[in-house]
């Protein structure tokens, strides 16, 4: 009698166990797809840039992609431009990375910075701080950067002057690196380049006076003089221009022993 009882007052325990240890594991699965498709009804998936419905979360729906030009071989293996014919070859660069070789080494981007959506994304990233752009944004630049990547040690977003850093409070840059680094698993640092300079606005100014303008903007501290020598080191930014800024800060990285520097960006303005 006393054994039944016990053995009574015991089974709702072993029911638990067996339902911890069997049935839970196989429930879980349906368990969060039901969780999923209850985030998805009440959180539908949308595009990223117009907030259209679309199928899958952190993606852009079909018109805002069709919109984007991907930038995929055949391009300049030093700056990173896509040429308009395939001219069969590999390794091939562009008469304008002859012309003036870029104090980097390699630079890859994502598209081409144009009207639609990468400039609109790029736009509300940086000023509407919709910081939640930064993860999809950082992953595209991860896979469009993967033979930058594979042997990185180190991804450095260019820096704002501090004084900006306090008027914008969000270095869109250094969201990015962190983007690409949780997609890449290259740690990144936003310590090891300062920005020493408040660099006027470079619209309208010339090749050279940008170069000018730009002279000593960046430095890297003497106690970060270690994350840096004998280091390959990605530099991270949302566009680039000419490519003066990234230059400069190539060439602040390089004169403090980095033993090679690419570049990894969003956009790229034709
Ligand atoms: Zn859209």
Redesign the pocket.
Known sequence: MLRAQNALRELPGRLRVAFATRALPTLMPILRGFGRVAADLVFPPA??????A?DVAGS??????AKVRFIERPFCERLGTPFAADLGAEGLLSPEAVANPPVYARARAVAGFEDG?VRQLLHKLKYSDRMELAKPLGAWMARAGAELLVDADLLVPIPLHPRRLIERRFNQANALAQAVSAASGVSADPFVLIRVKPTASQVGLSRPQRALNLQGAFRVPDEMAGQVEGRAIVLVDDVMTTGATLNAAARALLRAKAKRVDVLVFALVA
């Open positions: 595009c990223l840039n117009c907030r259209q679309t852009l729906c079909a018109a805002c992609w959506p």
